[in-house]
């Protein structure tokens, strides 16, 4: 089993910052990717980011990348997404999710049925 905790959510102005974080537990932690997802009131859970374990290879959503920028600490077992340049189309509760049933395509990393373990998410909301 393994346990996903989010954190570093929070209120932040249009053009702000933040950085989330994904710390991942359990038994023996061996994850083949980690992604981002996020979900706006009244709208499906969508892509946003996700970061090979091993390699540290990444994919990025149209509509965040230059913006977002997903990393991880292998040894603190720990995925993190940095938010830049935020806008009000950001808000939304952000979830990590980690796939561990071995390896995938970047087109299959970014439907969230291929992931295995989700955290309970953090909520972001950024005002105009």
């Known amino acids: 089993q393994v346990q996903l905790v989010e954190s570093g959510g929070g209120l932040v102005q249009a053009g702000g910052s933040l950085r989330l974080s994904c710390a991942a537990s359990?038994?023996?932690?061996?994850?083949?990717?980690m992604g981002w997802f996020r979900q706006a009131p009244g709208k499906d859970r969508e892509f946003v980011a996700a970061?090979?374990?091993?390699?540290?290879?990444?994919k990025h959503a149209d509509y965040v990348k230059g913006r977002f920028t997903i990393s991880r600490d292998n040894a603190k077992n720990t995925a993190y997404l940095q938010m830049n340049s935020l806008k009000p189309e950001d808000t939304a509760v952000y979830h990590c999710?980690?796939?561990?049933?071995?390896?995938?395509?970047?087109?299959?990393?970014?439907?969230?049925?291929?992931?295995?373990?989700w955290g309970q998410g953090t909520q972001v909301t950024v005002s105009s």
């Open positions: 999710a980690a796939r561990v049933r071995g390896s995938a395509s970047w087109n299959a990393l970014t439907r969230d049925n291929e992931y295995d373990y």
């Open positions: 359990g038994r023996t932690f061996s994850s083949y990717a």
């Open positions: 970061i090979t374990w091993s390699v540290g290879n990444t």
